[in-house]
């Protein structure tokens, strides 16, 4: 708890309130101006830090910092009952000395459509629109789903004094600038439908082209829409990939060897509340009988509350993923890791979901809009690491999306002991990691299998930009100890002293002991 005068705080002040029962997997938080919310414990600490932040750091906020980065949510007390806040506000300095040296401030105002876009709804696109300003702090304002908003002006009028408490005192164009990019108004998003877990609305992306969207976003981590499907008059499509991290998940089915065959009976289970949308797309690219899918969200009635397409009748969907585990073996899983409740299960069930694949089967965890949860997705990829010996990853920079390709494949690795130093060494097999053409003709074979690939979607591109996530290779191989015996002339040069073989490596390795051990006998003798 924490105690201050409210009147004389430079931040609102905020009391925590922790409910906690045996062996629960949630706790009840309530912030001072703010609902309660049930969260897991990682969230709850999330919370607080956040609270305490705002708090420890506030008198920093007042001085330019280059490359400094805060977020503030701008609750509604009149709004009781609503778990989102009304605004959502991320303050970014510049990284360049001759732009932090200007002094300058402004607040920039997102239109409702624009919440979600590159350019306002990422970090790195916040970034890029700093640097088009040329101003040394900006303050991107973003209006949050469930709430009614009026003109720019009252926007401006409202959240005046916010903005003044987030200005330094050295700013040299007082008052701050307020922009848009919206005209007069936010602009409204059309409600479809809302309840106590989801928002169905659609969005109007360009006008002018005639571009709308349907988006389904769920309450509990509303800064990213769990389904994004085109809408072509007033109807959903969902026959066609609209974001990149979808295509990502089709041109990784050169991954799994099974796809390659004309055998009927493939089996795949698509997990998660973000993948919702993709199931009928797959149904679609990977007909029956050729594929068995299966479906497992708690949150599976978002298909009707974004009025989807009907998937067709031999889809099994089920609420508990426990069941569809423990009954069935697949070729392909696909995890949507964006709910902060999912990424804790995936963690425990992954032991579960390696045994539910079938020999060369593979394992795709979709992360979306990454932005702050980087120190998520790395420790995800360790946790993910301890069950599957082999990872890649593709990566859409454009709206920080990562699908990751995980796969376990036998005698990948092998133990060896350094005869002079004893140390043990892991030698990664070159032979069984798959090249750039490798997984071309893997994709070809896929589309041959399932001719209803579209063309025109170029998907095999994508493979191009899948790297290796795991094992971690690179200049930090001496301390991980793990070596990859590779023949690529660029790779040897980016890995100093690793070399093309292994006896190579281990004779390099003794030299490099040799030479420290004789550097000790000199020093010491001196």
């Known amino acids: 708890m924490c105690i201050r005068d409210r009147a004389k705080a430079k931040h609102t002040p905020f009391v925590v309130t922790v409910t906690t029962a045996a062996q629960a997997s949630t706790i009840d938080l309530k912030l001072v101006d703010s609902p309660p919310q049930r969260l897991s414990a990682q969230e709850v600490l999330a919370k607080v830090k956040a609270a305490q932040l705002s708090t420890l750091f506030g008198a920093s906020l007042r001085k330019f910092s280059a490359g400094q980065r805060f977020s503030f949510e701008v609750w509604d007390s009149k709004a009781q009952g609503n778990v989102i806040p009304r605004f959502t506000l991320h303050i970014l300095d510049a990284e360049s000395p001759s732009l932090l040296d200007k002094k300058t401030c402004a607040a920039f105002i997102v239109s409702r459509p624009k919440r979600y876009s590159y350019s306002f709804g990422t970090e790195k696109g916040m970034t890029e629109l700093l640097a088009q300003t040329g101003m040394s702090r900006l303050i991107v304002i973003l209006a949050n789903p469930t709430h009614r908003f009026g003109t720019v002006k009252e926007i401006q009028a409202e959240l005046g004094p916010v903005v003044a408490d987030l200005i330094p005192k050295s700013c040299s164009n007082k008052p701050?600038?307020?922009?848009?990019?919206?005209?007069?108004?936010?602009?409204?998003?059309?409600?479809?439908?809302?309840?106590?877990?989801?928002?169905?609305?659609?969005?109007?992306?360009?006008?002018?082209?005639?571009?709308?969207?349907?988006?389904?976003?769920?309450?509990?981590?509303?800064?990213?829409?769990?389904?994004?499907?085109?809408?072509?008059?007033?109807?959903?499509?969902?026959?066609?990939?609209?974001?990149?991290?979808?295509?990502?998940?089709?041109?990784?089915?050169?991954?799994?060897?099974?796809?390659?065959?004309?055998?009927?009976?493939?089996?795949?289970?698509?997990?998660?509340?973000?993948?919702?949308?993709?199931?009928?797309?797959?149904?679609?690219?990977?007909?029956?009988?050729?594929?068995?899918?299966?479906?497992?969200?708690?949150?599976?009635?978002?298909?009707?509350?974004?009025?989807?397409?009907?998937?067709?009748?031999?889809?099994?969907?089920?609420?508990?993923?426990?069941?569809?585990?423990?009954?069935?073996?697949?070729?392909?899983?696909?995890?949507?890791?964006?709910?902060?409740?999912?990424?804790?299960?995936?963690?425990?069930?992954?032991?579960?979901?390696?045994?539910?694949?079938?020999?060369?089967?593979?394992?795709?965890?979709?992360?979306?809009?990454?932005?702050?949860?980087?120190?998520?997705?790395?420790?995800?990829?360790d946790e993910i690491a301890k069950e599957f010996n082999l990872i890649y990853s593709g990566r859409a920079d454009y709206f920080e999306d990562v699908v990751l390709y995980c796969m376990d494949v036998d005698g990948l690795l092998e133990k060896e002991v350094n005869a002079s130093t004893k140390e043990e060494i892991t030698i990664v097999k070159e032979k069984l990691l798959p090249s750039k053409k490798d997984l071309e003709t893997r994709f070809r074979r896929v589309k041959e299998t399932f001719a209803s690939f579209d063309e025109t979607s170029n998907l095999h591109e994508y493979l191009g930009e899948v790297e290796l996530a795991h094992p971690r290779l690179g200049k930090s191989f001496q301390k991980t100890n793990t070596f990859l015996k590779r023949a690529d002339e660029e790779e040897k040069e980016e890995r100093g002293l690793q070399n093309a073989t292994k006896d190579m490596y281990l004779n390099d390795f003794e030299k490099v002991n040799k030479r420290k051990k004789d550097k000790k006998r000199k020093n010491k003798n001196k």
């Open 176 to 381: 701050v600038p307020f922009f848009s990019e919206g005209g007069e108004t936010l602009g409204e998003n059309e409600l479809i439908f809302e309840d106590a877990d989801f928002i169905v609305e659609d969005v109007c992306l360009d006008e002018e082209e005639q571009e709308f969207a349907r988006y389904i976003i769920r309450k509990e981590d509303y800064s990213t829409p769990a389904g994004q499907f085109a809408l072509r008059a007033e109807v959903v499509d969902t026959t066609a990939p609209i974001a990149d991290w979808q295509k990502f998940v089709l041109a990784g089915l050169a991954f799994c060897s099974r796809f390659e065959s004309k055998e009927e009976g493939k089996t795949a289970l698509v997990w998660g509340g973000g993948q919702i949308g993709l199931a009928p797309f797959l149904e679609k690219v990977l007909p029956s009988p050729r594929l068995a899918l299966t479906v497992a969200d708690g949150n599976a009635k978002a298909f009707t509350l974004a009025q989807l397409p009907a998937l067709r009748a031999e889809t099994r969907v089920a609420t508990d993923v426990a069941t569809v585990l423990a009954d069935a073996a697949y070729d392909l899983i696909i995890v949507d890791v964006a709910p902060p409740s999912l990424r804790a299960e995936l963690s425990s069930r992954l032991p579960t979901l390696k045994r539910a694949l079938r020999a060369g089967g593979a394992l795709f965890a979709v992360f979306r809009r990454l932005g702050e949860r980087k120190d998520d997705f790395t420790s995800t990829v």
